[in-house]
């Protein structure tokens, strides 16, 4: 789920 994480960076931040 990184190319997602990366497409969404504020996703990303949350899933952190």
Do not use: N, R, T
């Amino acid at each position: 789920m990184a190319i997602l994480c990366c497409s969404f960076l504020f996703v990303c931040l949350f899933v952190l």
